[in-house]
């Protein structure tokens, strides 16, 4: 842990955008700015730090963007920031502009960034930004109660439909490699089905059977709900048809789940997650990641939380199961 004293913070966003991530660097600025720090703001990621696109923010540039989705830094992936020569680079920009601490808000690939400034000297502190909630050291990440209500909104419409005409609707939702959009719309909507990147092994043939018996048990439809993961939604879905005889469509949902206005959620958590990077910078704080976790904000090493695992919880997945009876 470095013990220097802080008088600069920079902030960043990183990897795919999540609704709330403005409510956190709005809570880092105005944070930072109240407790007597100046505070700039990175564009583009990594990238934008590699550029040296950094820009001094004031309490009025946060403005008006609480209730905002996306981010108003832009965000973006960066290869070099992989490499040992751009992580000795992007700390020597850090150190040029005087910025001594640095708020990463993003997923665990950002964090690993956040961790490789840590050992150069920056003191720095991860933000759990995705809205696929698969950040093992916390049990909320900013972003995902917006994109999951935005997902349960959207598949109660395309069940309309398919209830009128007595139709089996695929839905994709985000989610390369975890179920927890599917899952949590797979509750949420009532769902027959939910095939997530964690299970692999789905069984088609199951679930042919399955829509012919809940046919014949009286159901007006049968909701799948799939993960980008497993993909295939279309080809899936004329299978189905083919093998069941009953009207298959997909549905993909796609990037408009990971747009919009964030829910007071992820205002709230956002807003509390910002502050507390500030505040732990101002203690000396770095290679922390803010979390979530049995009703608590908690601070986490990024090496422990990134070596942390996390699984579909299994009984939930069972109880979604015997809901859709
Ligand atoms: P997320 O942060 O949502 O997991 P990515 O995995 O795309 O998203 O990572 C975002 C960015 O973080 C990458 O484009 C890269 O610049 C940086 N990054 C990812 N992994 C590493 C790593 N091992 N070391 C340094 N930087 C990394
Ligand atoms: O933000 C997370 C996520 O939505 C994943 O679920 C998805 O696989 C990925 O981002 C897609 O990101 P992009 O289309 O920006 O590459």
């Known amino acids: 842990?470095?013990?220097?004293?802080?008088?600069?913070?920079?902030?960043?966003?990183?990897?795919?955008?999540?609704?709330?991530?403005?409510?956190?660097?709005?809570?880092?600025?105005?944070?930072?700015?109240?407790?007597?720090?100046?505070?700039?703001?990175?564009?583009?990621?990594?990238?934008?730090?590699?550029?040296?696109?950094?820009?001094?923010?004031?309490?009025?540039?946060?403005?008006?963007?609480?209730?905002?989705?996306?981010?108003?830094?832009?965000?973006?992936?960066?290869?070099?920031?992989?490499?040992?020569?751009?992580?000795?680079?992007?700390?020597?920009?850090?150190?040029?502009?005087?910025?001594?601490?640095?708020?990463?808000i993003g997923g665990d690939g950002s964090f690993a960034g956040a961790q490789k400034l840590s050992r150069l000297g920056i003191n720095t502190i991860g933000l759990p930004g995705t809205i696929d909630l698969d950040i093992a050291c916390t049990e909320y990440t900013i972003g995902f109660d917006t994109a999951v209500n935005t997902a349960m909104?959207?598949?109660?419409?395309?069940?309309?439909?398919?209830?009128?005409?007595?139709?089996?609707?695929?839905?994709?939702?985000?989610?390369?490699?975890?179920?927890?959009?599917?899952?949590?719309?797979?509750?949420?909507?009532?769902?027959?089905?939910?095939?997530?990147?964690?299970?692999?092994?789905?069984?088609?043939?199951?679930?042919?059977?399955?829509?012919?018996?809940?046919?014949?048990?009286?159901?007006?439809?049968?909701?799948i709900i799939n993960a980008e993961g497993i993909g295939d939604s279309m080809n899936m879905a004329k299978r189905i048809e083919e093998a069941t005889g009953m009207e298959t469509r997909a549905t993909v949902l796609g990037h408009m789940q990971r747009g919009g206005s964030p829910t007071c959620k992820d205002r709230v958590y956002a807003s509390i997650m910002g502050a507390m990077a500030v505040d732990l910078l101002i203690e000396g704080k770095s290679n922390r990641v803010v979390g979530y976790k049995h009703g608590e904000y908690l601070d986490f090493d990024i090496d422990e939380a990134l070596g942390m695992k996390k699984g579909i919880p299994t009984y939930q997945y069972e109880i979604a199961r015997e809901l859709a009876l």
């Open 153 to 223: 909104e959207a598949i109660d419409k395309v069940r309309d439909t398919s209830t009128s005409h007595e139709r089996c609707s695929i839905i994709e939702v985000m989610g390369r490699d975890a179920g927890y959009l599917a899952l949590w719309c797979g509750i949420a909507n009532g769902a027959e089905r939910i095939l997530m990147p964690e299970e692999h092994d789905y069984n088609e043939e199951a679930i042919i059977e399955d829509i012919q018996e809940c046919r014949k048990r009286g159901k007006k439809n049968y909701i």
């Open 1 to 104: 842990m470095a013990d220097k004293v802080i008088r600069t913070i920079g902030v960043l966003t990183s990897g795919g955008d999540a609704p709330g991530m403005n409510a956190a660097i709005r809570a880092v600025v105005r944070t930072g700015l109240g407790k007597g720090l100046k505070v700039r703001g990175i564009r583009r990621g990594y990238q934008g730090l590699l550029n040296e696109e950094i820009i001094d923010l004031s309490a009025r540039d946060v403005s008006d963007t609480i209730q905002r989705g996306g981010t108003i830094l832009q965000t973006a992936r960066c290869e070099e920031m992989r490499t040992e020569e751009g992580q000795q680079k992007a700390a020597a920009i850090c150190k040029k502009y005087g910025i001594d601490g640095l708020v990463v």
